[in-house]
């Protein structure tokens, strides 16, 4: 008779208790050694293919609410995912081509955490026709703050009306 001995994951020690079972009927563990708790051989439950599919989604300009219930994959999963992926494309790759036409509406909406006196301004620039965010900046409200979100709009943009 062949056994199989359980060793933890973490310590790799033999101590192994059984704790329970998870929703889907695998075994969890709890090692007496180092008190990890869990399966041995966890399931992710996404594969790579549809991982794939639910980041082109995103990089659709997608939000993650949209992608939460249109896959059905909670939109923190999905945050973690591009967090590790950091191969995302360029700003100018996912824009629409500027036209001459184009009006870029610069504004400054701002808000605070707890108090007024921790004032933030959020720098956008959306383009009207395709109303894609074509930069931003975060800062306080001075010509000193407009010209890093000026350094952001791509070239092709430059040429557009702007108005604020």
């Known amino acids: 008779m062949i056994t199989k001995t359980l060793t933890c994951t973490r310590c790799g020690s033999s101590k192994l208790t059984r704790n329970g079972k998870t929703k889907e009927g695998k075994q969890k563990f709890h090692c007496q050694a180092c008190g990890c708790y869990g399966t041995l051989t966890p399931d992710y439950g996404y594969s790579e293919g549809r991982k794939a599919e639910i980041?082109?989604?995103?990089?659709?300009?997608?939000?993650?609410?949209?992608?939460?219930?249109?896959?059905?994959?909670?939109?923190?999963?999905?945050?973690a995912w591009l967090k590790k992926a950091r191969?995302?494309?360029?700003?100018?790759?996912?824009?629409?081509?500027?036209?001459?036409?184009?009006?870029?509406?610069l504004d400054e909406p701002w808000s605070f955490v707890q108090c007024k006196a921790n004032a933030c301004w959020v720098w956008v620039a959306p383009c009207r026709r395709t109303r894609q965010v074509v930069s931003w900046f975060a800062g306080d409200r001075s010509a000193d703050s407009c010209r890093p979100l000026w350094a952001g709009i791509p070239e092709t943009y430059r040429v557009a009306h702007t108005y604020s």
Request: net charge positive; proline share 7%.
């Open 87 to 105: 191969n995302l494309p360029s700003l100018e790759t996912t824009l629409a081509p500027a036209r001459p036409e184009d009006v870029l509406g």
């Open 55 to 79: 980041q082109r989604a995103c990089h659709e300009r997608s939000s993650l609410r949209g992608l939460e219930r249109t896959f059905g994959v909670a939109r923190q999963t999905v945050a």
